[in-house]
């Protein structure tokens, strides 16, 4: 090795050079954190003067005419619903009556066929009583006739009995029409 012409000391060299490193790294930390700040202030300052203007505030006075368009539109459904339920309700309660009167129709219907069939089967039976009486009515005139033509005269009491006996048979026909 070789002679030095200057001693010194490492160690304190390094504990100059550490001291001297430690005040700048807190220098320049402060230095970051008064930048940081001015530029977290120079942010608030721009957003507060950016709420605060006329676009921002006609955009939340739009936003609050929106809610209350939504607000009335949703109480407007609200009342459309009740009123389709309540008319679903009636809905049912007309349906639940058109099927009651159907069925009374029918069973008047059924009712009706079957009166319309015993009133036919009375009307053949009154017809056939007519058909037998005209045809009574038709021998006693030939009787009547025949009695007429051998006696050669002609008496009150006969002539009385084809009365009474044309008389029926009309009386019967006008029942029947």
């Known amino acids: 090795m070789s002679p030095s012409l200057y001693s010194y000391s490492p160690l304190p060299m390094m504990s100059c050079l550490r001291e001297s490193n430690l005040r700048d790294s807190r220098l320049w930390l402060v230095f970051l954190l008064c930048l940081l700040v001015v530029g977290l202030l120079v942010s608030l300052i721009i957003f507060a003067v950016k709420a ?18 939504t607000d009335h539109l949703q109480h407007q459904l609200t009342v459309a619903q009740e009123v389709l339920q309540r008319t679903k309700a009636q809905y049912t309660v007309c349906n639940q ?7 009374s129709l029918e069973m008047e219907k059924t ?26 009515a038709e021998r006693l ?16 009491s ?20």
């Not at 605060?52 to 368009?69: F, I, V």
Request: charged content about 25%.
């Open 52 to 69: 605060n203007s006329k676009g921002c505030k006609d955009g939340l006075r739009a936003q609050q005419e929106c809610q209350n368009q």
């Open 97 to 103: 009556t058109v099927e009651n009167l159907r069925d």
């Open 111 to 136: 009712q009706s066929q079957k009166q319309l069939k015993e009133l036919q089967g009375e009307i053949k039976r009154l017809n056939q009583k007519l058909q037998e009486a005209s045809e009574e």
């Open 141 to 156: 005139r030939k009787e009547f006739r025949r009695t007429t033509v051998n006696s050669g005269s002609f008496s009150c």
């Open 158 to 177: 006969s002539s009385s009995s084809l009365l009474f006996i044309a008389v029926v048979v009309l009386g019967l026909n006008a029942l029947l029409t």
